[in-house]
């Protein structure tokens, strides 16, 4: 019997022994024939060498000569990719072997209007991971969080890692972006990942057009993957500190809404944040 066929687009930059791992995870899926698409960043660690050992039908390499940014090296390899799905993983992500099978089968057999699916994303303690299932963070939550109220009123929270597990499929605002299958008419119709972002909430900005032109987000608890995180951030802390905190304003000035009359008072706490961040990172 012919296998279903799953294009992995892949985003690279410096994550070093951790992106091999990655993609022998990847081609070690059972059910299904798939095929990496790596976007490397104007890495400089040797990161991609190894791609060398593999043929054109296993690995796609695209070496950038500048560092593009996430959104746009996303969208290169989605241009590359075929099929009606299209999965997008972090390099410092780890797939079980039955992983991606069993996520492109929940996808198949929808009969809803879902644009992109998420699994459950592990530590590697095998704890959750913050964000694989999450409500759209807006400036009052956000806030709340900065100064702490999300301890004493729960409904601020908008990550749902102290949730119970659901039994099954469920609806979410979001996902994670360290592992999306993306609904490729969902893709064509929202116009991609938005290349104004340079790192950090591309995913959140991705998942809100998604619901604007009436696509589902859905999380599919039952399917695992262990992420590291950080890996590549690791190695230009201080840009992504940058990044984030810029990505974060960004996000709130387009999707806050009545909530915007509170970025006078969050826009100087978030610099705060960021500034307390790179300390640490000299300190």
């Not at 066929?5 to 951790?18: F, K």
């Not at 490397?40 to 190894?50: L, M, R």
């Not at 940014?69 to 992500?93: C, H, K, R, Y």
């Not at 950090?200 to 809100?208: A, G, I, K, Q, R």
Request: with cysteine; charged share 15%.
């Amino acid at each position: 019997m012919l296998l279903p066929e799953l294009d992995v687009v892949i985003v690279n930059y410096n994550a070093g022994d951790t992106l091999r791992l990655c993609v022998e995870s990847v081609l070690a899926s059972e059910g299904v024939r798939v095929r990496c698409i790596i976007i490397d960043n104007a890495s400089v660690d040797g990161s991609t060498d190894f791609c060398l050992e593999y043929s054109a039908a296993q690995i796609l390499l695209v070496s950038n000569s500048d560092n593009v940014g996430f959104s746009s090296a996303v969208n290169q390899g989605i241009a590359l990719s075929e099929g009606d799905w299209v999965m997008l993983l972090n390099p410092d992500t780890t797939v079980f072997a039955s992983s991606l099978q069993e996520l492109l089968t929940v996808a198949q057999k929808t009969t809803a209007r879902v644009g992109a699916l998420g699994c459950l994303v592990r530590n590697p303690d095998m704890s959750e991971q913050r964000g694989c299932r999450r409500d759209i963070p807006t400036p009052a939550k956000v806030l709340a969080h900065t100064v702490g109220l999300h301890h004493i009123f729960p409904f601020l929270q908008f990550n749902h890692t102290d949730h119970p597990l659901p039994s099954d499929v469920q609806r979410v605002e979001a996902i994670s972006g360290s592992c999306m299958l993306l609904n490729r008419q969902a893709y064509n119709e929202i116009g991609g990942f938005d290349e104004s972002y340079f790192l950090h909430f591309e995913d959140l900005d991705y998942c809100v057009r998604l619901h604007a032109f009436n696509w589902q987000v859905m999380f599919v608890p039952f399917i695992e993957i262990e992420h590291l995180q950080g890996v590549s951030s690791a190695q230009a802390p201080v840009q992504v500190i940058l990044h984030k905190h810029r990505s974060m304003l960004r996000f709130f000035y387009r999707y806050g809404g009545v909530q915007k009359i509170l970025l006078p008072i969050l826009v100087p706490l978030i610099l705060l944040r960021a500034l307390g961040q790179i300390i640490r990172v000299y300190c």
